[in-house]
Nanobody
Framework: VQLQACGGGLVQAGGSLRLSCAAS????????MGWFRQAPGKQRELVAE???????NYADSVKGRFTISRDNAKSTVYLQMNSLKPEDTAVYYC?????????WGQGTLVTVSS
């Protein structure tokens, strides 16, 4: 399984970005998928995750601002990020997992300027 993430970039505070992560393999539609982020000097943390049925879960810090969605037909997960803050600056990683099996995509850098 390979995950290809894209959509990062530089944006001003208050702006929006949409991240995409496409996975190889049709079976991925049965897996959990999500987004994690790692800021400089900090541990990687969960941002949002969604089950195969689409039930989302969010970190408190992004609730009301970020929306995770998935298109199982395309084996793709999205992260719509609105009202971005400088503290959202991080490398964002997508992940797909089921039971003890987990795959990570390459990171995509999101930089929010104040």
């Amino acid at each position: 399984v390979q995950l290809q993430a894209c959509g990062g970039g530089l944006v001003q505070a208050g702006g929006s970005l949409r991240l995409s992560c496409a996975a190889s393999g049709s079976m991925i539609r049965f897996w959990m998928m999500g987004w994690f982020r790692q800021a400089p000097g900090k541990q990687r943390e969960l941002v949002a995750e969604t089950s195969s049925g689409g039930s989302p879960n969010y970190a408190d810090s992004v609730k009301g601002r970020f929306t995770i969605s998935r298109d199982n037909a395309k084996s793709t997960v999205y992260l719509q990020m609105n009202s971005l803050k400088p503290e959202d600056t991080a490398v964002y990683y997508c992940r797909a997992w089921i039971r003890s099996t987990s795959y990570w995509g390459q990171g995509t850098l999101v930089t929010v300027s104040s």
